[in-house]
């Protein structure tokens, strides 16, 4: 099976502009995830989708959005860039590994905010 | 405030030797704990996993512990190889799955260098 692709993988942007990033999941796959790295904070939780709907959310201000279309592919979007955002962000497709569920990440996008 | 904790940012180890990379947690709500394994621009990559009803997990060369009195977990890599020098995180869920009311969360990872 293919893995999790996200387009693009590298993004320059200026504060103020807004970006949307894209994250198709593996095939079969209907729950995404979302997650912003950054050296300070690690790994951080945005929100995680099912079925065209977000089910949880992360701490982070409503600039950060998302959604998820009927194929399972999913985009965030962020507004009003500010530097702080400059990150790697990536998305994780939820499926099985035994009998568990396990989150399986893509190789991100990195976000540089000038 | 840090729920899941990797108190050393890098660890080095001889090649052939083991490897044990700990992990402490706070919150007793975590039922599934997660190691990712994460090269440069890459994305993590899942290694292993154990809900909270067992205390070890075992997937070859891997192996975790999970000590739910004391709120720590380790993994153990044996032998160690020049390819399992890379980030390890920690991650940890409150749902019982892959993903929690508030996703995974994660620790900051331990550098893992693996000398020849």
């Known amino acids: 099976k293919a893995g999790v692709t996200q387009t693009p993988r590298y993004l320059i942007k200026t504060r103020g502009q807004q970006v949307t990033l894209s994250c198709s999941p593996i095939s079969g796959h209907r729950s995404v995830s979302w997650y912003q790295q950054t050296p300070g904070q690690g790994l951080q939780f945005l929100f995680e989708?099912?079925?065209?709907?977000?089910?949880n959310k992360g701490n982070f201000p409503g600039r950060f959005s998302g959604r998820q279309f009927s194929n399972s592919r999913s985009e965030m979007n962020v507004s009003t860039l500010e530097l702080g955002d400059s990150a790697l962000y990536l998305c994780?497709?939820?499926?099985?590994?035994?009998?568990?569920?396990?989150?399986?990440f893509g190789p991100g996008t990195r976000l540089l905010v000038l | 405030d840090q729920q899941v904790k990797q108190n050393s940012p890098s660890l080095s180890v001889q090649e052939g030797r083991i490897s044990i990379l700990n992990c402490d947690y706070t919150?007793?709500?975590?039922?599934?704990f997660l190691w990712y394994k994460k090269y440069p621009a890459e994305g993590p990559t899942f290694l292993i996993s154990?809900?909270?009803?067992?205390d070890k997990n075992e997937d070859g060369r891997f192996t975790v512990f999970l000590n739910k009195s004391a709120k720590h977990l380790s993994l153990h890599i044996v032998p160690s190889q020049p390819g399992d020098s890379a980030v390890y995180f920690c991650?940890?869920?409150?749902?019982?799955?892959?993903?929690?009311?508030?996703?995974?969360?994660f620790g900051k990872g331990t550098h893992l260098i693996i000398q020849p």
């Open positions: 989708y099912f079925s065209e709907t977000q089910r």
């Open positions: 154990i809900s909270s009803i067992k």
């Open positions: 991650a940890a869920s409150a749902r019982g799955s892959g993903g929690g009311a508030d996703g995974l969360t």
């Open positions: 994780a497709s939820i499926g099985w590994a035994g009998r568990q569920e396990t989150q399986y």
């Open positions: 919150n007793s709500m975590f039922d599934y």
